[in-house]
């Protein structure tokens, strides 16, 4: 099944009242469309995901009322989408309603006509899910992430819909749950039992709160280290950009560094010597030379063996000859027990020896160790002090801002690795349903079941559905393995072509993408791995659907630019749409028209309405891009001269900058 | 006991920082920058700490109390304890003895008190009855030091050492 998209036009929403053409039918599968940062290429993006899978009851209000055009207040906005399935012409309009923040549809086909609802043939709902959608249309923030978190993983798990093993687990926990409900042996009281289902009931809950919860932590934590590495790189680089004071932070940064180093010596120093006993006390030197001594003085550990007189227990009749009564047992035990054992003489002679080695040694002063912790933590406190009045000191708000923000990115790591510390915490006997641990509450949950199982007799019920769990289980196992493999060897058959002077091929996918021999590319090798990660993840041999992205090149350098634009036009037989800056055309645009021959949409659109923007008028007036005075906006059509001289920081004529 | 334990909580006392809480405030966290220099690393360091303390305060508690609520460790000593266990034991078994009989005059009494601490477990090196006994120290030590924090969690890690030091030092 083959699906192009031919235009989309909109109506009373945030991007302009415009209708934007990109029939791909003279040849022309790739199209760019560039438009100036804030102009509503992400709104874009997000219009065009909302016309193939019903997000009526996904979208939250604030989703909704963030599309509604703020300047004329339209109460419905409107976005209708042409597209060809099969060479046969569809509709899809999107109706938003910003009064009842709702979503509609309509729907016009070749058959039916127009009708309410989104409905596309049969054969392509069943690939076009939230999840497919939204990793076909994406933006390069997506790209990223697979290398951080789990986003890989969980790519794989939802597009191959390995979450249907999960949910069949969920049903058969349901199902036992019903039937202990239904039964009841008597072999415990009702009270109890009663007390044993509301426990179960409450570590379920707690079970599902916590994956939840685990869920949306990892999201935040891998967004907020794809911020810190944004901000590290603003920081780094506005520092870079101040020479002298660049110097004078690193010199900063190294000493408190050193200062850092000293400090933890000395907290690991006084640690160590804490952890002996007999060198930190006079008093426990003493109780201890003192116990040796005695010891030694009273000839114990004696060679005698306990076993003597296990053995004079066994035998019928004593040293003596007289017959073994048990009165004369009883004694001997008694005797017995004031004799060191051979287990007991073994470690008394360790500790012995221990104590003579150690007690040579002199006692030390924990004291005067902690006066020097305290002197190093004061040197310490001194040199952040001062790097922070130089970082102070950077005249630039945008530095500051990155500083601040950072500063706050760290602590909430920090509070975020606390809770997965905590959440993959072993069970241990004494655990409570209040708990955070995953582990924790997954065995108390077991322990309540199994003896819920025994108390209403469903313990057959209960074994047989551990046996298919534990089968679903491997089999999910063996699946995900199985896809990944095949997307790692396809991935890397690929990696020759597409890295031709640096080839970094993929070890493996769990969870993340793990590179070979590195911990991590430069943010071109990755977007690059991530762009054939994904091209392949959605290869469907049935369905050809359209790829969009936006800002597919942002902060990429030439070489990955290119090869990213070679990929693109030799490799993917999709049609490919990019919303782009204008900084992203250079070595992306003209590698993209070299390797197709120019069959390239090259689409510059931007609104009318701001101030701002009579600068971009006149720029297109230019290039003989004339303005209808009746509209708002400005689309021009492979004007290639237009799209490679335009340019969003114009400077005016009595600029004095 | 096939577990070390730890003081996790006392009935009806919702205030009670268990050993627990105060480790995981002081343990050592690579990205946080006071805990970053920790020397800490297993709730057993501070069951050792406190075991420290409550011998040389004679502290000990009954730890089949049921108010005292435990929680399980480590099955033996951790390697960050290993070098240290033979020394702590002597201790441990040296103020027994010395309890009883400080002049150590009656050897078949003292022997009979090594076989019964002392155990069978080499790496554990004591025996069951001498677990409870080291428990009972150990959480008597820490209700010695949780006095000596005032019932709060220390500021940072010398503030904590600061404690432990006034407490086991020669007076």
């Keep these: 099944m083959d699906v192009r998209i031919i235009s989309w036009k909109t109506k009373g929403l945030r991007v302009p009242d415009w209708e934007i053409n990109i029939d791909p039918t003279n040849g022309k599968k790739t199209a760019m469309i560039m438009m100036p940062s804030g102009m509503g290429k992400t709104t874009t993006l997000k219009l065009l995901r909302y016309s193939f899978c019903d997000y009526s009851k996904i979208l939250q209000k604030k989703d909704i009322l963030s599309l509604q055009n703020l300047n004329t207040k ?19 309009k999107s109706i938003f309603d910003f009064n009842k923040c709702t979503l509609s549809y309509e729907t016009t086909d070749p058959i039916d006509g127009t009708n309410k609802g989104l409905n596309l043939p049969d054969e392509i709902n069943k690939y076009l899910d939230q999840e497919y959608i939204e990793k076909t ?6 790209v990223e992430k697979l290398f951080e978190s789990t986003a ?94 660049k110097e004078k932070i690193d010199n900063s940064r190294e000493k408190i ?42 000839k114990i550990p004696e060679s005698v063996g306990r076993a003597f007189f296990d053995d004079l227990i066994k035998s019928k ?10 009165d004369m047992k009883e004694n001997i035990l008694k005797s017995k027990e004031s004799i060191l054992s051979e287990d007991t003489w073994l470690i008394l002679s360790v500790l012995k020896h221990k104590i003579r080695k150690e007690a040579e040694k002199e006692t030390l002063n924990l004291t005067n160790l902690l006066a020097n912790i305290a002197e190093k933590k004061g040197k310490l406190s001194i040199e952040e002090r001062k790097g922070n009045e130089i970082v102070d ?53 077991e322990i309540t079941i199994n003896k819920i199982g025994e108390a209403t007799a469903t313990e057959n019920i209960s074994k047989k559905i551990t046996i298919i769990k534990d089968i679903l289980k491997q089999t999910e196992k063996k699946s995900l393995d199985f896809i990944t493999n095949d997307l790692v060897e396809k991935i890397n058959k690929e990696i020759p072509r597409v890295m031709p002077f640096e080839k970094i091929f993929v070890k493996d996918i769990k969870n993340r993408i793990v590179l070979e021999d590195r911990e991590e590319g430069s943010a071109g090798q990755q977007a690059r791995i991530g762009y054939l990660f994904l091209i392949k993840l959605l290869d469907r041999p049935n369905l050809n659907f359209p790829f969009i992205v936006d800002s597919p090149v942002t902060a990429l350098d030439d070489i990955s630019r290119s090869e990213i634009a070679t990929t693109i036009a030799s490799h993917l037989n999709n049609q490919y749409i990019g919303l782009i800056l204008p900084k992203e055309r250079e070595d992306f645009v003209d590698v993209l028209e070299e390797k197709t021959n120019n069959k390239v949409h090259l689409i510059v659109a931007f609104n009318t309405i701001d101030k701002e923007t009579k600068k971009l008028v006149n720029l297109a007036k230019e290039y003989d891009v004339i303005k209808d005075p009746d509209k708002n906006y400005i689309i021009s059509y492979d004007n290639k001269d237009f799209f490679w001289n335009f340019k969003t920081n114009i400077k005016s004529e009595n600029s004095n900058e | 006991m096939n577990r070390f334990q730890y003081l996790k909580t006392i009935k009806d006392n919702d205030k009670f920082l268990g050993m627990e809480i105060l480790t995981k405030h002081i343990e050592f966290k690579k990205n946080n920058p006071t805990t970053m220099f920790s020397p800490i690393n297993d709730i057993m360091d501070i069951f050792y700490l406190s075991l420290l303390v409550g011998l ?82 150990a959480f008597g030590g820490y209700l010695e030091i949780l006095k000596n924090l005032n019932n709060k969690l220390p500021n940072d890690l010398l503030a904590f050492f600061s404690v432990i030091n006034n407490l086991i030092k020669d007076h």
């Design chain 1, 152 to 245: 890989a993983t969980d790519s794989i798990n939802k597009l191959y819909k390995l979450y249907y093993f999960k949910q069949i687990n969920n049903f058969l926990d349901e199902y036992l749950v019903k039937k202990q409900n239904e039964s009841s042996s008597g072999k415990i009281s009702k009270k109890d039992l009663e007390e044993l289902k509301l426990n179960r009931d409450k570590l379920i809950n707690k079970q599902k709160q916590l994956v939840d919860l685990n869920e949306k932590n990892v999201n935040e934590l891998a967004n907020l280290k794809l911020e810190k590495k944004k901000l590290d790189k603003i920081k780094n680089d506005i520092e870079n950009s101040k020479k002298t004071i």
């Design chain 1, 393 to 445: 000191g950077i005249d630039d708000n945008k530095y500051q801002e990155a500083v601040k923000r950072l500063n706050k990115i760290d602590e909430r790591i920090n509070q975020l690795d606390l809770f997965f510390k905590e959440y993959y915490e072993a069970p241990k006997r004494t655990d409570s349903p209040d708990d955070n641990s995953i582990k924790k509450i997954s065995n108390l949950l």
């Design chain 2, 56 to 137: 040389k305060h004679d502290k000990k508690i009954d730890i089949n109390d049921t108010n005292y609520i435990r929680g399980d460790m480590t099955p033996n000593w951790t390697d960050n304890l290993s070098e240290t266990k033979d020394i702590l034991i002597a201790l441990y078994v040296s103020h027994i003895i010395e309890k009883k009989d400080k002049n150590y005059s009656d050897k078949s009494e003292i022997q009979k008190i090594l076989n019964q601490k002392l155990g069978k477990n080499p790496t554990r090196s004591i025996s069951d009855e001498g677990m409870i006994d080291i428990h009972s120290y």
């Design chain 1, 257 to 298: 560094s050193f200062a850092k180093n000293d400090l933890k010596e000395g907290f690991t120093e006084f640690y160590s010597k804490i952890r002996n006993p007999i060198l930190i006390n006079n008093e426990f030197k003493k109780k201890l030379i003192n116990f040796e001594k005695n010891l030694n003085n009273l």
């Design chain 1, 317 to 326: 009749s004593c040293l003596c000859g007289h017959e073994m009564s048990d």
């Design chain 1, 74 to 92: 339209e109460l419905v906005g409107e976005f209708t989408i042409n597209i060809k399935i099969d060479n046969q012409k569809y509709r899809i």
């Design chain 1, 137 to 142: 249309f994406f933006d390069l923030e997506l």
